[in-house]
């Protein structure tokens, strides 16, 4: 997390794939793994001459994953990100899917309302006239990540609240 977060993504790939290797890994870091090469496809998509290809090896993560040995919040997280990269792929009725089963799998997944919220907040903000229910939509995923956070991750989710209900 720490190499991707200051931009070393090659040791990040790197370190995640060295952790492939590892016999008896605990289910949490198991995870930890799959959700941080997931957002290393996604950052590499957005420098690389071929974002679709990359987005497209985190799909195929996603879709490999076996979910059934995760915790529900575990799930909703996983697919909520499926959801992210349909949305960068530009798939929206598949993103709108995941969405829906990620938030459906786990309320209290801020994670999952949160990226709902980002997604649907972007369909508004496209046409703001033709989509009121997807701004309507957007308020109502934002504050439901609000509620299972802490004060400071509320503020983002409260201001854009705040931003959306200026339409």
């Known amino acids: 997390k720490i190499a991707r977060k ?3 993504i090659n040791l990040s790939q ?8 590892v016999n008896s890994v605990p289910l949490t870091d198991c995870f930890q793994r799959i959700l941080q090469q997931i957002k290393c496809f996604i950052q590499v998509a957005q420098y690389s001459e071929d974002p679709q290809s990359c987005l497209a090896d985190g799909l195929k ?5 076996n979910l059934e040995l995760f915790q529900p919040e575990s799930k909703a997280v996983l697919y909520a990100y499926k959801g992210h990269l349909h949305t960068y792929l530009g798939n929206s009725t598949e993103a ?8 459906d799998l786990c309320d209290n997944s801020s994670k999952a309302w949160a990226l709902y919220g980002e997604y649907l907040e972007v369909a508004f903000t496209k046409n703001p006239k033709n989509s009121i229910n997807s701004g309507v939509s957007a308020l109502t995923c934002f504050l439901h990540a609000s509620r299972e956070n802490n004060e400071i991750k509320t503020r983002k989710y409260l201001s854009k609240v705040l931003y959306l209900l200026t339409y």
């Open 6 to 8: 200051h931009n070393l």
């Open 96 to 103: 709108n899917k995941a969405f829906s089963l990620a938030v």
């Open 61 to 65: 993560i996603t879709d490999s994953v």
């Open 14 to 21: 790197k370190t995640l794939q060295d952790m492939e290797s």
